[in-house]
């Protein structure tokens, strides 16, 4: 007998699943998160290793393989094949995304970039209309968003490098290739991202046949999901390694599949795909050391930008949420985030000034222009342009290990479910990461990221992203493990982890928990979730802050280090992250 609670849970669901026609797809996917009071959200312990993932399935696959000796490594490429599977709204096999990684075995940090790459075919003004003006439609919903995907390589360079070597990429892809093929049931979470994002997976036969009921109709709730094409695309990769993703008979449907969807992605573009291991961006944050993601994301160097700026303030002495402290928090977001729009691309493509950008004297300079007692206007801080749109979806998941390696991951579609395209015969559902260029000047992004010439798109190039996987370590060793999905609001999110565990001391659960806010330079607005006191806000305004609507999701699982062991916390916002100890 179902519960009263149950019984309210489905008719809600029912309803949003009426509604769903009426409803922008945004609309339907947004549950307003709540804070709970944050005495009483706790942390999870556990006695030697960690994952903690958006979704629970995934989570115990990467906690099996710690349990049966492996390393966060191998733990974290487990969860990331899952996840293609269990949390395909993001996991994917189709995109791309960052991994950086703390080494205590070979004593180094390294960021893989896994990122998407543009295909070759790709002229810098891929994305205008007729009219030579930003057409988003065909960088959001058609085949030429599609990047080159990152995450086949990306995994099986980091086990290749930095993996236990008790476990081959085969035995780790065997969770994955047995949750397609046999199949796993529809969670809560899951089901309610359906009914928005249907009509847009739909549009492909191929698509639709996977996320939908006999009767046309989404997958709901309790439903089994089975992947037989993901299946043996999985096994493919277990049996080759990635040529069996990137040359062969996978490649050459992938590559048809983009070319009949109106796509330019080729089987050479596929064929000579590399994920890159690069030098992890590093700052230092009140004694501690921050390492984090290098171009192509934003992420790391805009994460010691703000952070430097900070730390010549007295936040510890200022109440965590406070509107002194969120003003300062605010003013520094902005100041980096208009250099990101600025300088910021893929390394082989522009010289960003990386080197200044997170230098203390940098910091020191643009400290100096913050007002205690007034907002400084966006427009003062470089010139204005375009308004943000809303989108969704990345995963992020972080892993530790009992011999003090770590891992933080965050892949992604772009938007959930990405461009909607799963490629026929593959069971591949593709990215559409390309939106993250600049499709003309000045033009912003699904996040309402605006851009300049370094983000152009171009020929085998890789859009500047937001993600921020890091690592914060305390004497060389791990202390914090973090990032999250949220486009734009991946940076700001991380960076308010961190003040919050490193200046409030908050447990690592309630640091995530709490309530967070986002300026991102333009439009000049700050989002605020709930939970912030009436008194902040109003603080806020009477600074000459504009408030602008609510902060779309972000969920920032995270694994605080201590010597008593890993302390968990999957974030609240989203249902189903799951912290899995071993
Ligand atoms: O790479 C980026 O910055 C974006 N494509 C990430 C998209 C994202 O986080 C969507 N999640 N809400």
Redesign the pocket.
Known sequence: MMSSYQTRRKFLATIAFLLAGILPATAQERRVYVPPSLDSVHAISAEHGMVVAQEKISAQVGADILRRGGNAVDAAVATGFAMAVTYPRAGNIGGGGFMVIHSAERKEAVAIDYRETAPAATTANIFLGDDGRPDIAKSRDSALGIGIPGTVAGLALALEKYGSGQFTLAELLQPAIALARDGFVISDDMADTLPSWHRRLARWPSSAKIFSRPDGTPLREDDRLVQSDLAETLMAIAAQGPRGFYEGPVAEKLAKAISDAGGIITSDDLRSYRAVIREPVRGTYRGHDIVSMPQP?SGGIVLVETLNILEGFPLSDLKQGSPASLHLLIEAMKRAYADRARYLGDPAYVRAPIQTLIAKDYADRLRAGIKADSATPSREIVAAATPPRE????THYSVVDSRGNAVSNTY?L??SYGVGLVAEGTGVLLNN?LD?FTAAVGASNA?GLVGYEANLPGPGKRPL???SPTIVLRDGKPVLVTGS???SR?ISSVLQVIVNVLDYKMDVAAAVAAPRLHHQWLPDEVRMERGFSDDAINELKRLGHAIGGTM??TSANSIAVTPNGPLGAPDPRTRGAEAAGQ
Do not use: A, R
């Not at 989108?391 to 990345?394: I, L, R």
């Open positions: 994301s989108g969704s979806n990345t992604t772009n938007f990461e993250d996040y992203s937001s993600m999905p949220g486009g991946i779309e999701q």
